[in-house]
């Protein structure tokens, strides 16, 4: 089996960080919700119900917080995998690589700065 290119290396690396995101940011998008639902709960409860659901909602804010912390330094590391996969291309190794394999590194850096 052959060695992949370092640009496959650099498009696994950039795809995987993408992944990252999405996941970050659907995780996100969960949180946010549990928060509203736990937000809207609570007329007719006692004193019990209200503590822990004060409790819940201070959770899932702080949850949120470290959540959403996460994006600046993983946009770094992404746009520094895109800067790193630029420059392979632009290298004379990416004379060697096939027309599906610049393609797909093409499409990867498209998708990194759309995010």
């Known amino acids: 089996?052959?060695?992949?290119?370092?640009?496959?290396i650099a498009v696994g690396s950039v795809r995987r960080l993408l992944k990252e995101e999405t996941t970050y940011r659907t995780e996100l998008t969960n949180q946010?919700?549990?928060?509203?639902?736990?937000e809207s709960q609570?007329?007719?409860e006692d004193d019990e119900d209200t503590g822990?659901?004060?409790?819940?909602i201070k959770q899932e804010k702080q949850a949120i917080q470290e959540t959403k912390a996460v994006f600046?330094?993983?946009?770094?590391?992404?746009?520094?995998?895109?800067a790193g996969l630029e420059d392979l291309l632009s290298?004379?190794?990416?004379?060697q690589l096939s027309e599906d394999e610049?393609?797909?590194?093409?499409?990867?850096?498209?998708r990194a700065k759309a995010g």
């Open 91 to 95: 290298s004379k190794e990416a004379e």
């Open 72 to 82: 600046g330094p993983l946009r770094e590391k992404l746009l520094g995998a895109v």
């Open 42 to 44: 609570g007329d007719g």
């Open 52 to 56: 822990n659901r004060a409790w819940a």
């Open 32 to 38: 946010e919700a549990r928060l509203r639902r736990w």
């Open 102 to 110: 610049v393609k797909e590194a093409r499409e990867m850096i498209v």
């Open 1 to 8: 089996m052959s060695r992949p290119s370092p640009v496959a």
